[in-house]
């Protein structure tokens, strides 16, 4: 059992930086990769990020790459979002999620955090 909650959000303008975190609990943290999604008003929730349980292996949506990146810290049960260069269209209910290696499909998610880029 894996709870996340996830914190960071806030209200910034186009161009800003964020950093949003999730605090795992559990003692198998590393066990798990980790993921960021996020839903806008009125859209499906999309992927973002993703990182392997030892922090090695990166993936990213296109839309983020070059200005988002994800990285964790094992010994604090933590992940992270380094999210630079914010656009308005970026603004979305943020959420972290954690899947074993051994399947695709995240079964432990946060309760999520607003990010909001006013233009």
């Known amino acids: 059992q894996v709870q996340l909650v996830e914190s960071g959000g806030g209200l910034v303008q186009a161009g800003d930086s964020l950093r949003l975190s999730c605090a795992a609990s559990g003692r198998t943290f590393s066990n798990y990769n980790m993921g960021w999604f996020r839903q806008a008003p009125g859209k499906e929730r999309e992927f973002v990020a993703r990182i392997s349980g030892s922090g090695g292996i990166t993936a990213y949506t296109d839309s983020v790459k070059g200005r988002f990146t994800i990285s964790r810290d094992n010994a604090k049960n933590t992940v992270y979002l380094q999210m630079n260069s914010l656009k308005s269209e970026d603004t979305a209910v943020y959420y972290c999620?954690?899947?074993?290696?051994?399947?695709?499909?995240?079964?432990?998610w946060g309760q999520g955090t607003q990010v909001t880029v006013s233009s």
């Open positions: 999620a954690a899947r074993m290696s051994d399947t695709n499909v995240y079964k432990y």
